[in-house]
C-alpha cells in the first residue's frame, strides 16, 4: 500500500490522500461535558440503540419498581424522555431484532410475586414498546441476544433464588412458527452477573461473569462454544467478583477483558482495588491467556470503542471502600504497550458505559447506581 500524508501544522492535523482528497486522521483530543440526564431513580443499565425511519434511543434500567424505566430518544441534539415502561428493580435493557422486528427485554431482579422478566416489541403505527413475552428468571441482571445460522437466541444472567447463587442460567431459542422464545439449553452458574457472545472464525463463544457462589467472590468464570447444536465448556478463567466481559478485536487478535469488583475475605474486610485483567486468544494454544492486568475499583463495566484508526477502552470504576465518587478512566491500545491510561473522568457510583455516534459527533454515556444522574459525555476529536 502507497500513500500520501500531509501534515497542516497550521490546523494541527495530519491528513491522508485517499486517491480523491486529503482526508483527516480523527483522533480523541478531549472529554467534554455534554448532557446531564436526571432519570426517575439510580440507573443500572442503559442500552443505546438505533430504529430505522424513527432514530437514536436510550433504553435506562432504573432500580425503582414504583416509577419504572425510562426510554429516551435523541432529539435535537440531546436524549429526550419518550416512553416510560413498568419495571422491577430494573438491571439491564438489551436490544434486538428479528425478521426486522425491534425488541426490548428487561432484566428484571425483584417481582411482586414471582419475577418475570419482560420482552416488548416495538409498534411501528403506534411507535411504542408494548409488552411481548413474560419470562420467569431469578434475580435476574443481565440479557445477552445472538444469532447462529440464522437462529435466534437470548441468555439470562440468572443471579440467585432467594439466598442461593448456584443456579441455572437459561439460553432461549426463538421458534419462527410459535414466534416466541422457547428454553433451549441451562446452565449451571455461579452469581452470574453478565453474559457475552462472540464468534472467532467459524465459532461461536459465550462467556459468563460469575460473581460469587455463596461464599467466596475467587471463583471461576467459564467461556462456551458452540458444538453440536449447544454449549459445551472451552475454558474456565479465574475470576475475583466478575461482573462484566468485554469482547473486541485488533487488526486480526482477539480480546476479552474482565471487570473484577471485589475480593471477599473471611479473615480481614473487602478489597475493592484489584486487578482486572486483559485476555487475548492465543492461536497457539487455543485459549485465552493473560495480556495485561490494569488496577480497577470495583470495576463493574467495560466499553471498547474506536474514534478514527484508535482504538480505546473505558472502565466503570465504581467504588474503593470508601466512596462512590471516583475517577473513570479510558485507556488507549499502543500496540505491545498494551492500553494505557489517557482520560480521567470524574464519576459518582459509575455503573455502566455505552459508546454512540451520530451524525455529527461521537458520545460517551455512563450511568450511575448511587444517585439519579446520568451523564452523556462528547468525545472531542481533531
Known sequence: EQGQLWLNSQKKGLFICDGQSWRV????????????????????????????????????????????????????????????????????????????????????????????????????????????????????????????????FLVVANHRRDSNHNIYSVIYWWNPQSKVFEVNQTLST???????????????????????????????????????????????????????????????????????????SDLGPSSYSINSTVYELSTLTNSFIRFQEILTHSAVDWEFFTVGDERFLVVANSYDGSSYSLTSVIYRWQGYEGFVPVHNLPTFGCRDWEHFSTDQNSFLIYSSATSRLSKVFKLKTY
Not at 462472540?198 to 459465550?206: D, E, I, K, Q
Not at 447444536?229 to 466478575?242: D, K, R, S, W
Open 25 to 152: 486522521l480523527e483522533r480523541l483530543d478531549y472529554v467534554e461535558d455534554f448532557q446531564d440526564i436526571y432519570t426517575s431513580s439510580e440507573t443500572f443499565d442503559v442500552e443505546v440503540f438505533f430504529i430505522p425511519s424513527e432514530g437514536l434511543f436510550m433504553a435506562a434500567a432504573n432500580k425503582d419498581s414504583l416509577s419504572g424505566s425510562g426510554v429516551y430518544k435523541w432529539t435535537n441534539g440531546s436524549f429526550q424522555l419518550y416512553q416510560n415502561i413498568s419495571t422491577q428493580e430494573a438491571r439491564a435493557w438489551k436490544h434486538f431484532t428479528i425478521d426486522e422486528k425491534i425488541f426490548l427485554v428487561v432484566a428484571n431482579s425483584r417481582g411482586a410475586e414471582h419475577e418475570l422478566s419482560i420482552i416488548y416489541k416495538w409498534n411501528q403505527r403506534r411507535k411504542k414498546f408494548f409488552r411481548y413475552q413474560t419470562l420467569e428468571t431469578h434475580g435476574a441482571l443481565d440479557w445477552e441476544a445472538f444469532q447462529i445460522y440464522n437462529h435466534s
Open 190 to 264: 455461579s452469581g452470574a452477573y453478565d453474559w457475552e457472545f462472540f464468534t472467532v472464525g467459524p465459532y461461536h463463544f459465550l462467556v459468563v461473569a460469575n460473581t460469587f457462589d455463596g461464599q467466596s467472590t475467587t471463583i471461576s468464570s467459564t467461556i462456551y462454544v458452540w458444538m453440536d447444536g449447544y454449549f459445551q465448556t472451552f475454558q474456565n478463567i479465574p475470576t475475583i467478583g466478575a461482573t462484566d466481559w468485554e469482547t473486541f478485536k485488533i487488526d486480526n487478535r482477539f480480546f476479552l477483558v474482565v471487570a473484577n469488583s471485589q475480593k471477599i
